[in-house]
């Protein structure tokens, strides 16, 4: 099984400023941390991060007949994006939005969810850990 895992704007700057909202945790301690997950629960794990909306457009479509599911978080373009949801409509691989904060009790743009319709679940509050839920939550649901 492979998953891949799509980060968007910013994420790159985990652990920089902002630690009472995303935490302690670099990107590269994200990644560390995905990368041991995948192996303790035997799934092949793609990851990757992008500033820019069609990077992350690509990194969608390349998901298809390639990936078995996604787990996203689209950071910003989460609230704004389009582009992203047809993306994840289109190639029909079941996906998981996943946000570090709890999106429902910040700013009210943040509420708002273009691609939550196309997913199979969000995940949002649960820190770095949400990542590692929604790989589970697609083993469990590929049945494997
Ligand atoms: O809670 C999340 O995971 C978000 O997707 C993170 C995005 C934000 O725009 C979404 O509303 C919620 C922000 C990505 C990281 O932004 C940083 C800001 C300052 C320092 C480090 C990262």
Sequence with gaps: MI???????????????EP???GHETYADLVAKIEAHAAKIG???????????GGLVDAI?????????IVINPAAYTHTSVAI??????????TVEVHISDVSKREAFR????????????????GTDGYLEAMDL?????GQ
Aim: glycine letters at 8%.
């Design 111 to 126: 509420s708002v969810s273009y691609i939550r319709a196309a997913c199979i679940a969000t995940i949002a509050g649960h």
């Design 85 to 94: 949801l047809d993306a994840v409509k289109a190639v029909g691989v079941p």
């Design 61 to 69: 479509q390349g998901a298809w007949q390639h990936c078995d599911g």
């Design 20 to 22: 009472n909202i995303y």
């Design 43 to 53: 799934v092949e794990v793609e990851i990757m991060q992008s500033n820019c909306e």
């Design 138 to 142: 697609l083993k469990k649901e590929c």
């Design 3 to 17: 998953i891949r895992v799509i980060n968007g704007p910013n994420l790159n700057m985990l652990g920089i400023r």
